[in-house]
């Protein structure tokens, strides 16, 4: 992939950059390596990062420590990450617009999410829907995913972040994002900067193909629940044939039927038409024209995709250059930050 190379080259160390960073908004988001990637993740939140990264300084990271909150051993990790960085770059994330790193390269995110802990609640924490979720589905709850969000506040409070694209689930982890550091800014002086999340109110929510009520999910057992970006076109084809509808034979987005609903959400955000014209094509058509319809749309969107993440997976280098350099120039942002936030706290000598 010289493209991608060639980029990575031009690329301009982070010291020599600061008009960018004066002028643009700043926006932070983070995705675990804790599985295959799949269609939510994609619609509610990747998608619009690389839509919108001409537009933002961006710092976007593959959350290892976060993935290390569940049981995970260290080839699946391994194997994760790798396959994840390739995945993002096959979607279209550009280093040479957006700064892309792993987590663990950068060890202030552990550092300051110590720091944070003292400044969060126990209560707070056990209010996490997300957590409370993980938990009933683990036999071993680790206190690494009780105190989940505190990391992921470290990780946005860390690059003074403005906006934090993500998909709906994790309103709740960016509300307390913001308590967290305006608690801080109150006892220490002001410090953080507040981060807005930025939630697009449509595939926000993209939810399971066997269940409408709950959301695609890496980690479902079923693997029928999610598209995966590296589904072939035949899986692709009978995950979404058998994938449940709701009573009835009309195909509409309405409250009363949410598995229409998500399969109108996704043939929608992959093909640009709009869910009334939807609505109206297969007005009095069966589900079985509109579901092979749709799984051309979705083979279709995904092709491109799959073709450049072949060409990465066949060069890992690629992948290592350029979270390397992304890690480099997080680390410059994330060292001045934490340079202030030890001392704010009274920690050391100074
Ligand atoms: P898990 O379900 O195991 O927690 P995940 O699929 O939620 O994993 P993450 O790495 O936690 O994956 O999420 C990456 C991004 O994808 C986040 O911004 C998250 O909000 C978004 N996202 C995840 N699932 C969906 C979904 N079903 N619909 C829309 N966005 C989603
Ligand atoms: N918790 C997020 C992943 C995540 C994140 C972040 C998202 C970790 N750190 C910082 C945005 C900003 C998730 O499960 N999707």
Not at 100 to 118: G, M, N, P, T, Y
Not at 145 to 164: C, E, G, K, R, S
Not at 195 to 212: C, Q, Y
Not at 291 to 298: E, I, P, T, W, Y
Request: aromatic fraction near 6%; glycine fraction near 6%.
């Amino acid at each position: 992939m010289p493209d991608a190379l060639e980029t990575l080259t031009a690329t301009a160390p982070e010291t020599t950059r600061p008009i960018a960073r004066l002028t643009r908004k700043r926006v932070f988001s983070g995705i675990q390596p804790s599985g295959s990637f799949h269609l939510g993740n994609y619609l509610g939140a990747i998608r619009n990062w690389v839509d919108q990264q001409g537009d933002y300084d961006n710092v976007f990271c593959i959350v290892d420590l976060h993935a290390l909150t569940l049981p995970t051993t260290r080839e699946t990790l391994r194997s994760n990450i790798i396959g994840l960085a390739n995945t993002l770059l096959a979607a279209g994330l550009d280093p040479a617009q957006s700064i892309i790193f792993i987590q663990s390269d950068v060890q202030e995110h552990a550092e300051l999410s110590w720091l944070l802990s003292s400044t969060t609640q126990f209560g707070e924490l056990r209010r996490m829907t997300q957590f409370k979720d993980k938990a009933a589905g683990s036999e071993e709850v680790s206190a690494a995913l009780f105190i989940y969000p505190v990391l992921m506040a470290a990780d946005i409070l860390l690059y003074d972040t403005d906006l934090v694209p993500v998909g709906e689930d994790q309103k709740q982890h960016l509300e307390l994002t913001r308590d967290v550091a305006t608690r801080f800014n109150a006892r220490y002086g002001e410090t953080f900067v507040l981060p807005e999340p930025d939630i697009k109110p449509a595939g926000a929510r993209i939810m399971s193909l066997e269940d409408p009520l709950k959301k695609m999910s890496k980690s479902d057992a079923n693997p029928n629940a999610a598209i995966a970006l590296t589904d072939t076109p035949d899986v692709i084809r009978r995950k979404i044939r058998r994938a449940v509808t709701d009573s009835g034979t009309e195909i509409v987005a309405t409250p009363d039927k949410p598995a229409l609903t998500n399969l109108l959400t996704i043939y929608s955000l992959l093909s640009g038409e709009s869910i009334p014209d939807l609505e109206e094509r297969y007005a009095g058509k069966g589900y079985g024209a509109f579901k092979s319809d749709l799984a051309d749309v979705v083979v279709e969107a995904v092709a491109p995709i799959q073709t450049r993440l072949a060409e990465l997976n066949a060069d890992p280098e690629i992948a290592r250059e350029i979270l390397a350099e992304g890690a480099e120039r997080a680390r410059v942002r994330a060292a001045a930050k934490m340079a202030q936030v030890r001392d704010r706290m009274g920690l050391g000598l100074g």
